[in-house]
């Protein structure tokens, strides 16, 4: 998070290696739309992404699935900006997507890791994020950065945009702030084995949010399924009473994303839906939740970045279920570093 805060500050966001954003100021403006393409991890930050664009540059702004968006022949619009989003920069269905778009006439930038590689030379510019190389299959830190790299992006949009300047100050403070509470997140790393240990023999997880809290749930189940094997699902909390509360009993316990925003109270009739089922809740909040079994407290920062903190607790999550079930975290099963077919 250190390196890619550094970029912002030292004015060298945009590396030369993607040839930087290349995205003038008149272009910026013109940008009716913005479309982020991923697959797996990279397609949830690029569900952060497009909030914090939304957010932050109000600009339309939506992320779909990179292997989804290259089979179904999409109508590339001049004003849309296109951002494919990768760890590796060699995922084959994003490769495709982006070759997809450039021969449609699309500009197309990059939120990428490694520097390089296939996507970063086929886009128009863009960004590295600087996680250095993830170590493990799974991403995890690329993750964070790739968050951080959208909250600078949006910033940046909305700054052009004349949006105000007085948010973005409060924004970059906040960023900040984000590398000593990550820290401290960490430090409460042997709690959060004690409750990984107490929900591994889960029949099955079930994980909510609610707006920013929605891709955050959304990939701590990828990662409890990518590297525990534990059947998990996510949903948009409201989505829970559309079908999918018929699951819940107490063999399959719920993980809450609840951040400390204007949606709260509305997450807490979520937790009595699920409680009134006999579910168990492990909440991840900003302070303990009476309705949930287990709260898993994080410090507090501007909402909008909440999902960048949010989600380091349950990367530790699955990662202590793995271990807890003897799995093998730095291989697991059936998948690659990157998927290039
Ligand atoms: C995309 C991805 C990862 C996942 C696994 C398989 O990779 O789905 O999110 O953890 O490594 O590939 P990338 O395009 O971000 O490298």
């Known amino acids: 998070v250190d390196r890619v805060l550094r970029g912002r500050i030292d004015d060298r966001f945009s590396t030369v290696h993607l040839g930087g954003l290349n995205l003038d100021a008149r272009e910026a403006r013109g940008v009716r739309r913005v479309k982020i393409l991923g697959c797996g991890s990279a397609y949830h930050t690029g569900l952060i992404g497009a909030q914090l664009i939304e957010e932050l540059a109000r600009i339309p ?93 949006a910033l940046h949009l909305g700054r052009i945009r004349d949006l105000s300047v007085a948010d973005g100050k409060r924004i970059i403070a906040g960023l900040r702030k984000l590398p000593e509470q990550i820290a401290e997140v960490l430090r409460g790393e042997e709690e959060i084995k004690k409750l990984a240990t107490e929900y591994a023999n889960a029949k099955s997880m079930m994980f909510v949010g609610r707006v920013r809290g929605y891709p955050v749930a959304r990939e701590a189940s990828l990662k409890l399924k990518e590297v525990s094997y534990v059947h998990a699902e996510a949903y948009p909390a409201s989505e829970l009473k559309h079908g999918p509360l018929a699951l819940i009993e107490p063999e399959v316990p719920t993980v809450a994303v609840l951040p400390d925003d204007d949606l709260l109270e509305k997450n807490r009739a979520t937790l009595e839906e699920i409680k009134a089922r006999s579910g168990r809740i492990l909440a991840v909040a900003h302070r303990e939740q009476a309705k949930a079994d287990h709260t898993i407290v994080v410090p507090r920062n501007e909402v909008e970045l909440d999902p960048i903190l949010m989600g380091i607790p349950l990367q530790l999550l699955a990662y202590h279920t793995a271990l807890a079930l003897g799995r093998d975290i730095d291989k697991p099963r059936n998948l690659a570093k990157s998927v290039t077919v």
């Open 61 to 153: 702004a939506d992320a779909e699935p990179a292997s989804e968006f290259r089979y179904r022949n999409p109508v590339v619009d001049p004003d849309t900006l296109y951002i494919a989003v990768s760890q590796s920069g060699e995922t084959y269905d994003t490769l495709a997507a982006v070759q997809e778009l450039k021969r449609k006439g699309a500009r197309v930038l990059g939120v990428i890791n490694v520097v390089g590689s296939a996507i970063a030379r086929e886009t128009d510019g863009g960004v590295y994020v600087h996680a250095g190389p993830e170590v493990c299959v799974v991403s995890t830190k690329c993750f964070t950065n790739t968050a951080v790299a959208f909250a600078l992006l």
